[in-house]
Each structure stands twice: as structure tokens, then as C-alpha cells.
RNA sequence: GCGAAAGUGGCGGAACUGGUAGACGCGCUGGGUUCAGGACCCAGUGGGGGCAACUCCGUGGGGGUUCGACUCCCCCCUUUCGCACCA
């Protein structure tokens, strides 16, 4: 374990940078000593690091270390600056993994969690990470999931959660339905699976009460991320218009449909409704198109989400022989069904118009519907039998009677108010959001605690009875809900009259577990509500927030909505959970995403089994800023281990320069002197790009800097000079303090060595004196004609005049402006004098 | 199609407010140490020319602003990501 060296012939043993060792000596420690166990304390000023927790899959893979790794850096940065940090972790626990391994391999899904969560906490421990593990929380746990059921109460009584028949995304892999949210480009979010409509009676919680706060809230949210916060508001999707009935002739039915351009109504031709429309089959049920509009409409309604929506496909139509009456001009125009107008968006059914809208006019072209130039082209004239395209431009009004003549734009609230005066339109605000369908046809989830009765319907669970616990006697055949398989869940009697009633058999989206953990882990024992009020005010909200892109939308808005939630339920101040949000980068290897069907995993374990938990955090914070891709690199690796190793030699083979009285660094030795400043500047750059950038890279490599220029000194024999020892120690200390947050095992292993008898992490940062934090000299570069011609060396705060002056004397300098003219002399202090000469 | 971000040595990346392009690390080359390999230490390392001092070119391409542009403006190319019949 000792390596013997011999140096100017005296023995010597330093001892060999063993992580094995050192890294669970120090992880025992912090956990006995309760190092990073948090408190409240109103007298500290607060700071809330989290990072996403996972789901426990068990394997604890890369894009987890970066996560950790950078959360963990900058909650010891946080800590030994001074702050009363909370930095806690847990599981995300809920979800079909679990379940499908129960199908698969007769595993209790419970026991199968718990079990992943302890493989992946063995992992996390081994990464050295600064939690304060009191607080932990798995979702699973009846302590978390009653409070899902007991917010979902709270929600209904508010308005904010209901009961619901739609038409709703069914992924026929995971046998559950999805919220809109979940379903990307036609697919599962989870499995990718084509995602059928299908018609059921759901759950819903009410994001669209909160659309134009979530979305003008974004506004506020400085520190996230630009491209998150467009995210969101695409996916919100407000559009200002207008909502317009028209009456079916013949009937007394209305439609109505949303619009962006009701300064268009004059030009339309047509109506389309969405297959899933409810009043299709009463148009058109006992006439003679009753039996192929049907038929249109099943056939659509057959077609995936992909089909529908492919802008590649010719819209198709049919149709219904019903006419609708245009209340502007009061002329008859036909009712189509259509597959390119979905159910999902405004009304379902959309007013056609074809001159103004290059859908429509396709469509009308098709069908050989008439197209009408209301909106004038103020460069051409438009006319309506040569168009090759919609107009969609503005321009003057015509053929509009009272409106003609006037420009749209500017008429569009004349023409709302007009509307509204006859009564068949008014001013409307339309969103993409939709409300969030929260019900799962699956077991390993939050039972709704609701109970249906045939006397009392729906009944919500009392809530002293809560938590409704998941039964443990059903059945994982894989077809159908679990749940449904147990009686003594199943079978109940009304809360209200004590009749025999059934409980629901849906179980809660996992996302809803997600939305308020932050505000649970300010106090995760707490039995009386969620959480405790006065801890939450404390805590809440979390100031950096860490995890991937992926969530851009779905958890993170629904994090949003559920914090303005309970807000309104009085239970926080909070408006917004994440006061600053970043997204890490993926780790990447040979250019693709490390996936076990690459082929190209590196594993956490081996990695630090290797090289320590230190190696692996410094290389990864070292590798690439935090919200860039990281592409790994074994040699990469190695290259970090010999820096840590680099840095263990320093202070060992320096040891004696700690042991006796120190000495203070003084500044009447040159080289002392330029360590001194390092130092100081080091010191600078680290906190700054900390704390200013979140750029660890370039923190780390300024460290490494450092480094070398003390192994220069030391071996210039920069400690024979005046104050020399002092400037090396002092420079040592500095670089253990410096490399803590990113190698806190070595920190602490280097700062006991070095006579400490106290954490590292209970130190205070270190200070750097702005006047020092500069070089001596500066490297001056003088310019002639834009190019660089000399070089020479002045204080940094040399006056403009001598540099000027300076530069002009130097002699090759003096050669090139000899005989020419010198226009003009640009003088920057501490970078360089131009000279423009002719 | 729309929107966003990004293009810098052999590689990962630096250059923060327009001021020495390539910090730091990897790799590579030469040397030292060693029986040898590894580890470690020293030196070099954008490309071209030159013995050298030095010089020319160089941040995806083209133009512009400026004493000075990786950085600002305009056009184009490429890549990645997000959205995609949104009425």
C-alpha cells in the first residue's frame, strides 16, 4: 500500500491516492456525523438544490451521475458559502415497470420497488452525493400517495378535478389511457405505441382554469431555460378570436365553432365537423346520407392519430346534405364532415373559408365549394375564379357590407361588437391545453378514492378513511386492471347510505406524484396534511432545480399547475415551484445516446469501482458544461484520475509545509508573489463561474491551473525565496478548498491530512481580495493595422498615455510607423495599443 | 413547413461586456527515469513557408460594420431538438 521513493537519497513514503479506501471512510463519516441534515433556521438565508428523482428501474445509469453530480457540486459550493441548504432525494416510485414485472415474473410490485430503490440509494451513497437522507420519500408509500388522494378531494370540492365522457388516448401496449401530454407524435410517451380514441367516462384535473396564469407566469420565470419556456407556451397555444354560432336549417340545432378570423365570416362557404362531433349522427340520422356519412365517420374514427394527422394525405370529406344559414349575409351553405378537423381544438367543428384559409381552400377546391374574396390583397386583385392559394395576408375589407372598405385588422373589434350586438358571435379565447385526463387503467399507482353508488353516484371517500390503501390480493394475469380483481377492494359500502357500492378501479397518472414532492420533502413524516405549512414557507420555492429536457412539458407544467393549485387550496404562497431551472445535456458515447440497444452503457458502478466516485464526478463535470451533451471518454477519465491523483501527491510529498508554525505568505519574493496572485485570481474564477455561470468545466480547469503552477513553484524551488513556504501553503489550502464540491472525498482526505480536525464542509469558502485576483505585469500586444506586430509587458493599471508611448518605442514598433502617416492610436488597458497608420 | 439552439485543432472544449483564437484536458511527437512495460517528470503540438528572427492563412460559406469580429448585422449551407392540419 506504500510505495517507497527515494529523493536526494533520504527515504521517504508518500502514501498511493487510494478512493477505495478514503471515499466510504469519509461516506460512513457524513452519515454518523449527520453532516447534511438540514433545519430550518429563518435567521440562515435558505437555498432549495433539487434535482428530478428518478424512477427506481434499479439501474442507476449516466445521465443520473451528471444529474447528481452537478447538484451535488453546487450544494456544497452553496453550503460552505454560507447557506442553510436543503438538498434531499427520493423516488418516483409509482409506475408500469413494476407492474409489468409482476405480470412477467410474479414479483409483488411493491417488493420489486423496494428493492430497485435500495440498489439505486447503494449507488447514490457510493457517488459520495450530500443528501440529507432523513427526508427521503418513496411515492409508493400509503404516507406519500394518501396525500395524492387527499389533494384530488380538495381538488374536486374546488372544481378543479371531474368526472367526464370524451373521446380519450388509449395505448393498447400499456392498456391505460394517456393524457394529451403523454402522447407524442401519435405514440405512447412511454412505449411509443400507436395511441387509439377511444370513448370513456374519466377523471380529469382542471389545468385550463389555470392556461393564461401558466402561461403568464412563464414571463416571470427569468432563470429558465428560453427553449422550456416556448415549449410551454406552445403547448398552452393560446389564440385570440371569436366563437360563432350558426344554425342548421331546418332545425333548431346551433354549432358553434372558435375562430382566429371572425373579420373573415363574410367569405365562408362551408362548415366542417369533426368525425366525433356529437350532433353528426342527428344531422344526418333518417336521410338518405345517413348511411354513408356513417360510414365516413367510423372509418375515420378507425384511422390512428398519425393518419389523421398527415399534412402529406389529401384532406377528405363528405357531404351530410344539411345546410347551415351564414347570419352575416344570411345565404345557405352545406355541412361537410371532414378528417382533417379534429375534435381535440376549439369546438370540433370549423367554419370553411376558402379565399383566407389555405386548408379551406384546398378543400373547396376539392369539393367544388364556392370561394369568396372577403379580405382584398392591397398590391393585386384578387379574383376568385384564377387563385391558386388562400390570401392570408391583411388587407381591405370586401364584399363584408357595412364593413367594406376598411382594413381587417383595424375592424376586427368593430366586427366582434357587431356580432355580439346581433347575437351570434362574441370576442373568445382558444387554447391547445386541454384538461388533464388523470385516471390509469393499471394497479401499481394511487387508487381515486372515490365510490360509486347506485343510489348517491359518485361518491367521494370520506376523508378520515383515507388513505383507500392498494389491495395485495389481486390477480396480475395482464389482461385488464388488476385492481379489479380484488373483492375486498372492490366490494364497499356507500359512504353517504351504507348500500352496497363499488369502488373505482382506476388508479391515479403517476405525474400527479410528481407534481408537489418538493413541497413534501420540507417535512416527509408530516401526518396531518401534505405537508407542513410553516416548513413549506420556509423552503419552498425550490431556487435550483436540475433534470432532463424531456420534461419539458409534462412535468414541469403539471408541477406548474399543481403548485397554483394548492395555492388556491391556501396551503402555500408559492405561485411557482422551480425559481431557476436547468436542463442538463445527454451523455452521449460514439455519438449516440447510451442505451443498451447501442450497446455503448457505461456503467456507474464499474466506473467508480474503478476510478472512485471523485474521478467520475470530476470528469463529468469536467468534460462539458452542464446543459451541453456530453460525449464520454474513457482516456478522458484516466486523464481526470491522474489529475486527482496529481493533486493527493501535491499535498503529501508537501505535508511538513502544514505541520509546523505556518508561515505567512509575504509578498517580497517575485515568485511568491505571482503564486499569491494566482491564488487569489484561482479563487475568483472558481466562485464566479460557480456561482455566475454553472460552468464547472472551466471552474475545474482553472484548479488544474493552479495545480501546476504551485508543482512549478515548488519544484523551481520557489520555497527557498522570501515567504516562499507560505504562498506554497496557502496555495494548497486554497486548491483543497477549491476541489470540495467536485471531489469531496479527496477534499476531506487532503484537509485532515493537512492538520484539520473539523469537515471541509463546515469551512468557510474561500475569499479572494479583488486587487490581488490580477496579474502583476500584463501582457500587452500591440496592433498595426489590425495585425499583431510586438508584444511587451506593463502593470495592469498603466495609463493610457505610457502604453500609448511605450508601444510607439519599441523599436520594431518605431520601424513600421517610420515614414507614415499614424492616423490613429487605440489604446485598451491591459489588452493592447492599435495603431492605424497609412 | 414553422420555431429554437448550435457549427472553433486529430478529439472534448475555452475565449464572460467586440480586444493576443485554441485556456484546461485527451491524444500524438521527442527526451528523461526504468532490466522492461506502466506510472511519473521535462519539452513540443492549428495549417503552410523559413536555419532563424519572422511571415502568410485560419473559428461552416459569402458579404457588411469596426482601428479590431468566434463574438454585432444581412444572406446562404449543415446538424440537433421541439411543434406540426391549432381552425
Known amino acids: 500500500m506504500f510505495l517507497m521513493t527515494l529523493a536526494g537519497g533520504i527515504p521517504m513514503s508518500t502514501p498511493r491516492y487510494s478512493p477505495r479506501e478514503i471515499e466510504p471512510k469519509w461516506q460512513d463519516l457524513w452519515e454518523s456525523t449527520g453532516l447534511y441534515r438540514s433545519v430550518e433556521d429563518p435567521e440562515r438565508e435558505k437555498f432549495y438544490c433539487l434535482e428530478m428523482f428518478p424512477y427506481p428501474s434499479g439501474d442507476l445509469h449516466m445521465g443520473h451521475m451528471r444529474n447528481y453530480a452537478i447538484g451535488d457540486a453546487y450544494a456544497r459550493f452553496l453550503r460552505m458559502k454560507g447557506f442553510n441548504v436543503l438538498y434531499p432525494m427520493g423516488y418516483d416510485a409509482f409506475g408500469l415497470p413494476a407492474e409489468n414485472a409482476a405480470i412477467t415474473r410474479k414479483v409483488d410490485p411493491g417488493q420489486w420497488t ?16 450530500s443528501y440529507d437522507w432523513n427526508r427521503t420519500l418513496a411515492t409508493c408509500e400509503p404516507e406519500y400517495y394518501r396525500w395524492n388522494q387527499w389533494i384530488f378531494l380538495k381538488f374536486m370540492e374546488k372544481g378543479l378535478a371531474y368526472r367526464k365522457s370524451a373521446p380519450v388516448n388509449w395505448c393498447p401496449s400499456c392498456q391505460t389511457v394517456l393524457a394529451n401530454e403523454q402522447v407524442e407524435g401519435g405514440g ?10 377511444k370513448d370513456l367516462k374519466q377523471w380529469f384535473f382542471k389545468i385550463t382554469a389555470y392556461a393564461d396564469e401558466l402561461l403568464e407566469d412563464l414571463e416571470r420565470l427569468d432563470d429558465w431555460p428560453e427553449r422550456v419556456k416556448v415549449m410551454q407556451k406552445n403547448w398552452i397555444g393560446r389564440s385570440v378570436g371569436a366563437e360563432i354560432d350558426f344554425k342548421v ?3 333548431d340545432q346551433m354549432i358553434s365553432t372558435f375562430t382566429t378570423r371572425p373579420d373573415t365570416v363574410f367569405g365562408i362557404t362551408y362548415m366542417v365537423l369533426a368525425a366525433e362531433h356529437s350532433l353528426v349522427e342527428l344531422l344526418v340520422h333518417g336521410t338518405d346520407r345517413a348511411e354513408a356519412v356513417m360510414a365516413f365517420v367510423e372509418e375515420a374514427k378507425e384511422k390512428t392519430l398519425i393518419e389523421r394527422t398527415d399534412e402529406t394525405l389529401e384532406k377528405k370529406g363528405i357531404d351530410t346534405g344539411r345546410t347551415f344559414v351564414n347570419p352575416a349575409t344570411g345565404e345557405e351553405f352545406p355541412i361537410y364532415v371532414a378528417d382533417y378537423v379534429v375534435m381535440e381544438y376549439g369546438t370540433g367543428a370549423v367554419m370553411g373559408v376558402p379565399a383566407h384559409d389555405q386548408r379551406d381552400f384546398e378543400f373547396a377546391r376539392k369539393y367544388g365549394l364556392p370561394v369568396r374574396v372577403v379580405i382584398q390583397d392591397p398590391t393585386l386583385s384578387l379574383r376568385e375564379e384564377t387563385m391558386a392559394e388562400a390570401y392570408v395576408e391583411d388587407g381591405t375589407m370586401v364584399n363584408s357590407g357595412p364593413f367594406d372598405g376598411r382594413p381587417n385588422r383595424e375592424a376586427m373589434p368593430d366586427f366582434i361588437n357587431y356580432m355580439e350586438d346581433n347575437g351570434w358571435g362574441r370576442g373568445a379565447v382558444g387554447y391547445r391545453l386541454r384538461d388533464w385526463l388523470i385516471s390509469r387503467q393499471r394497479y401499481w399507482g394511487t387508487p381515486i378514492p372515490i365510490i360509486y353508488c347506485d343510489r348517491c353516484g359518485e361518491v367521494p371517500v370520506p376523508e378520515e378513511d383515507l388513505p383507500v390503501l392498494l389491495p395485495t390480493d389481486v390477480q396480475f394475469s395482464g389482461e385488464g386492471n388488476p385492481l379489479a380483481t380484488s373483492k375486498t377492494f372492490l366490494e364497499v359500502s356507500c359512504p353517504v347510505c351504507r348500500e352496497p357500492a363499488r369502488r373505482e378501479t382506476d388508479t391515479m397518472d403517476t405525474f400527479i406524484d410528481s407534481s408537489w414532492y418538493p413541497f413534501r420533502y420540507t417535512d416527509p413524516s408530516y401526518d396531518k396534511a401534505p405537508f407542513d405549512q410553516a416548513k413549506a414557507a420556509y423552503w419552498m420555492p425550490v431556487d435550483q432545480y436540475i433534470g432532463g429536457i424531456e420534461h419539458a412539458i409534462l412535468h414541469l407544467l403539471y408541477a406548474r399547475f399543481f403548485t397554483k393549485g394548492l395555492r388556491d387550496l391556501g396551503l402555500t404562497d408559492a405561485d411557482e415551484p422551480f425559481r431557476r431551472l436547468l436542463t442538463q445535456g445527454m451523455v452521449i458515447k460514439d455519438g449516440a445516446k447510451m442505451s443498451k440497444s447501442m450497446g455503448n452503457v457505461v456503467p456507474a458502478e464499474e466506473m467508480m469501482e474503478r476510478y472512485g466516485a471523485d474521478t467520475a464526478r470530476v470528469f463529468i463535470l469536467f468534460a462539458s458544461p452542464p446543459e451541453k451533451e456530453l460525449e464520454w471518454s474513457d482516456q478522458g477519465v484516466e486523464g481526470s484520475y491522474r489529475f486527482l491523483n496529481r493533486v493527493f501527491r501535491l499535498v503529501m510529498e508537501n505535508l511538513s509545509l502544514f505541520s509546523a508554525e505556518p508561515e505567512r505568505a509575504v509578498e517580497d519574493d517575485e515568485n511568491s508573489r505571482s503564486l499569491i496572485r494566482l491564488r487569489h485570481k484561482t479563487v475568483k474564477k472558481v466562485s464566479e463561474d460557480i456561482e455566475r455561470r454553472f460552468q464547472f468545466n472551466t471552474a475545474i480547469s482553472a484548479i488544474m491551473e493552479l495545480v501546476n ?31 470540495a464540491p467536485f471531489a469531496p472525498h479527496l477534499a476531506e482526505e487532503l484537509w485532515e491530512a493537512t492538520g484539520h480536525h473539523k469537515s471541509i464542509f463546515l469551512q468557510q469558502w474561500p475569499t479572494f481580495d479583488p486587487e490581488l485576483a490580477v496579474s502583476e505585469m500584463v501582457q500587452m500586444v500591440v496592433q498595426v493595422n489590425g495585425k499583431v506586430r510586438a508584444r511587451f509587458e506593463a502593470p495592469p493599471d498603466t495609463t493610457r498615455e505610457v502604453l500609448q508611448d511605450a508601444a510607439l518605442a519599441i523599436p520594431r514598433v518605431r520601424e513600421m510607423t517610420e515614414g507614415k502617416e499614424v492616423l490613429k492610436v487605440v489604446v485598451v488597458p491591459g489588452r493592447l495599443v492599435s495603431i492605424v497608420i497609412r
Do not use: D, P, Y
Not at 114 to 129: P, T
Not at 713 to 739: D, H, K, P, V, W
Open 114 to 129: 423496494r428493492s430497485s430503490i435500495e440498489r439505486m440509494k447503494h449507488v447514490q451513497r457510493r457517488m459520495g452525493l
Open 188 to 197: 405512447c410517451w412511454r412505449c411509443h405505441t400507436t395511441v387509439l380514441k
Open 249 to 251: 336549417t331546418g332545425s
Open 709 to 739: 503552477e504551485i508543482q512549478r513553484f515548488i519544484a523551481g524551488n520557489g520555497l527557498n525565496g522570501a515567504g516562499g513556504a507560505g504562498a506554497a501553503a496557502e496555495a494548497i489550502r486554497a486548491t483543497i478548498l477549491l476541489i
